[in-house]
């Protein structure tokens, strides 16, 4: 990539371009893992272990210290989407339809809220 081409890439508009695309790619899914757990969390039925569980998936995911610092480019983000995952393997069952749903509509909502600033962004 010649030093334009770089300058370029980091331009507003194909900055944020490009850090929406990453966050629809791999962001989705820890987003997703994360609202399963936050509502999970809140919900009555989850016994106080599982909210454990929780709170040490949430605190790693939040913190900034991680065992791969998350500034990493695209490996940065993998411990925390590793944490994540197991976290949801341990508690899976407290995971509601209803959270389910709730997550599935958080997530739409989401959605069309970045589509829709980024059809404001645009020049």
């Known amino acids: ?10 331009m507003p508009h194909n900055f944020w371009g490009r ?3 990453y966050i629809k790619s791999s962001g989705k899914r820890a987003l997703e893992k994360t609202l399963y757990l ?8 989850t016994p106080l272990w599982a909210k ?15 065992l791969i610092p998350d500034f990493i480019p695209t490996i ?21 339809p209803e959270i389910r749903s709730v997550v599935r509509q958080k997530l739409e909502q989401q959605s069309s809220e970045a ?3 980024a059809e404001n962004r645009q020049p």
């Open 19 to 21: 850090l929406s695309s």
């Open 38 to 45: 936050y509502y999970a969390l809140q919900s009555p039925n």
């Open 76 to 96: 940065g983000y993998l411990d925390d989407l590793g944490v994540l995952t197991a976290a949801m393997y341990i508690i899976g069952r407290y995971i509601t």
């Open 115 to 117: 589509a829709s600033d």
């Open 1 to 10: 990539m010649s030093r334009s081409q770089s300058q370029d890439t980091y």
């Open 52 to 66: 454990g569980v929780i709170y040490i998936a949430l605190g790693y995911f939040l913190l900034p210290l991680d």
